[in-house]
């Protein structure tokens, strides 16, 4: 994919180090007043505030979280920041800066990085953060990406994982399942290349779940929602590894147990339709698939009128005592102990 076919294209090293900061950071521009300083200097200066401070980090490895194959590296620049404000706004915050470090193999020439931080620029442009540093380096195989996010929020509106109660209710934004079920497509018709490099695959009923795959939103708007509707959370995930897994952080966090309801659960009929086709669980997927990166959030059962029937949100279960444990309740009305099969990060192949 990233094979020079053109001699007249730039490698790295004709560039150095420095030349490359320079040339692929240029085009950024500042969206916060926040940001004193940001490439250029030893180090980024921002002001400072009388709100808290978020940091998050992210790394993202070619061949364990992503194949470029099927990823197209501006795409996977997009997403490599999506990764990271999603932290934030899973803490109720607002995202405003961004560190990016790199590690190439000498397969990328210039152009490769090019593409890659015109995703990296396209998610600030669009989400209003600025990048204000971060490295490049070489790698012996691959390429590495790093990412840092900061952000800000008052004390009183930051919401944390361990802080869920006895009887609030369980509510997930947008629906679930659907990127994982992108990576399958993607998966199958990367087979089918190597079996054929002549066939050009048809993927006009798969838009919706290659694009949570490849290209997913980070879910800045929820803050704003839930603070329209009055309705502040009483704790707060993103879905970045499967339900199932971030309500264990909840509860276990939180020291409590939850019941979830099957038949609550929101499935795109892209999702339905591909859970057919790979013979494969639509309940399952969603519990376990992970990438969707919605937020997992607990209200209190006094802002049950507020919440129920808004169209960002899926009310999907309620807290128990935790005693109780963690329980899917089925469509037939039977309970399943829910177990946590999302995405590991330290699994062995």
Known sequence: MLEDKNQNKTSLA???EFGLISHITKYFKLNQETTVKAVGDD???????????????????????????Y???????????????????????????????????NRFLLEAIEELYAGIQLACDTYKVDLIGGD???????????????????????????TAKETDLIVVSGDLGAAYLGL????????????????????????????????????????????????KPTAMIDISDGLSSELFHICTQSKVGCKIYEDKLPLDPQVISACEEFELDSTMVALSGGEDYELLFTVPISDFDK????????IIGHITEENQGLQLITRANQEIELKAQGWNSMQED
């Open 307 to 314: 919440v129920k029937g808004n169209p960002n949100f899926s």
């Open 43 to 69: 180090a980024a200066v921002l002001e400072a505030s009388e709100q808290q401070t978020l940091v998050t980090t992210d790394l993202l490895i070619e061949g364990v979280h992503f194949d470029l194959s």
């Open 136 to 162: 490049t380096t070489s790698s012996t195989k691959g390429i590495l990406i790093s990412v840092t996010a900061i952000g800000k929020a008052n004390k009183e509106d930051i919401v944390y994982r361990n």
């Open 184 to 231: 399958q497509v993607l998966e199958r018709e990367k087979q089918v290349f190597k079996v054929d490099p002549n066939n050009q695959p048809d993927l006009d009923n798969y838009t919706y779940l290659i694009e949570r795959q490849l290209k997913p939103e980070a879910r800045k708007d929820v803050a704003g929602l839930l603070k329209e509707l009055e309705v």
């Open 14 to 16: 004709e560039l150095g």
């Open 71 to 105: 990823m197209p590296l501006k795409h996977l620049g997009y997403k490599s920041v999506m990764v990271n404000l999603s932290d934030v706004y899973a803490m109720n915050g607002t995202a405003e800066q961004i560190t990016v470090s790199i590690a190439v193999s």
